[in-house]
């Protein structure tokens, strides 16, 4: 299978490799979904923040950067529209909020490479170290994927 692209490149997989995985998870988005039914209405919208704030951690978790769960939450809320303070938030925490709520606003659309890209700039909003934020790179070195502290 194919993602949908704007550019020349594409981003392919094996969907067969895959298709136990997409089980269980379908099984498990069941399940969320029966009990997300008999939520109250003005429940609806913290349950979503907790759901968007506790993928946003864990995401974060992952690369090895743990994000302050408030200034998620708070994030979170005003990328959302909701009622939210207006204190000033950290960058890292107002870009994987950002790019959360995008990504449950748009989970009906292909993921495009220009999409990948745009959520790329999401996370990296005010890193100054990085050449190419939100393009494929642009220089020779080889690319090393690592997940968290080097040392692990």
Known sequence: MELATSKMASISYNQEALKSLEYQFM????????AFKHVQDDEKDEL????????????????GEYLDRDSVQESIKKNLGLESTKRKLPPSEFGISEMMVN??????????????????????NVRRDLVDIGRYRTHEDPMQVVSGRLDR
């Open 48 to 63: 979503l923040i907790e759901i968007l704030v506790n993928e946003a951690l864990k995401t974060s978790e992952i690369e």
């Open 103 to 124: 990504l449950y606003g748009t989970y009906d659309k292909p993921i495009t490479i220009d999409k990948l890209f745009q959520w790329h700039m999401m996370l990296t």
């Open 27 to 34: 099984q498990a988005n069941g399940i969320a979904l029966g």
